[in-house]
């Protein structure tokens, strides 16, 4: 809440300098840029108590390490997925998480013969879905990475970037309940033993 708040400011600073005569807008500034200056206090204040909260749980702790080994995944990410899933507790299989998440596109059929393109549904938790989303752009860009290689050759077989991208935020969160299930970090060179 205190980010999209100070966001708001810093948009109105932009916004409004060509609009306002100078002195004017170099009063606002000076205002706003209090308010901006509180707000990143707040957050920087806020942020130290989640990490000495999250020091305190040598599980939470010893998960956020493990999460944060996965490309693409940064703390806000491990740290959402540790509180959606309960610190892994409340959902076990990824499968379940990604229909949670809103991942997994669905059939939608009335009746016999209506019959629509498979979709995402709109009752997903979006704030997870949102910060999936981000770690599947950022991980689509990192080079040697095995979800970039299935990126680009999904993208290449002609397939919508927006679909292959929720492709990767499903392959995201397997790779991170693996991560969890195995008590191992992220290798991107790791050869599975059965194959």
């Known amino acids: 809440m205190l980010v999209a708040d100070r966001a708001k400011y810093q948009s109105q600073l932009k916004d ?10 170099i009063a606002k ?7 901006i200056n509180t707000f990143t ?19 939470i702790a010893h998960q956020m390490d493990l999460l944060m080994s996965v490309d693409g995944v940064g703390e806000r990410v491990a740290l959402k997925m540790i509180m959606e899933t309960d610190a892994f507790t409340s ?9 949670h998440a809103g ?7 009335s009746g016999s013969s209506q019959r629509s393109k ?3 549904s709109n009752r997903a938790d979006k704030s997870i879905k949102h910060l999936l989303h981000m770690a599947a752009l950022s991980v689509s860009q990192v080079k040697n990475s095995p979800l970039k290689k299935y990126y ?3 993208v290449e077989e002609g397939k919508n970037k927006m679909s292959v991208l929720n492709a990767v935020r499903a392959k995201l969160v ?20 059965l194959a």
């Open 29 to 35: 500034c000076n205002r706003v840029e209090g308010i």
């Open 152 to 154: 680009d050759r999904k």
């Open 103 to 109: 991942v997994v596109p669905f059939v939608y059929v």
């Open 41 to 59: 206090d707040y957050i920087a204040q806020i942020d130290l108590e989640i990490k000495e909260l999250i020091n305190q749980a040598p599980v």
């Open 118 to 120: 498979n979709r995402v």
């Open 91 to 99: 959902f076990t299989d990824p499968r379940k998480f990604c229909c």
């Open 16 to 25: 409004q300098v060509d609009y306002m005569e100078h002195s004017i807008y």
């Open 174 to 193: 397997t790779i991170m309940f693996a991560v969890i299930r195995t008590d191992a970090f992220f290798s991107r060179n790791y050869q599975n033993s």
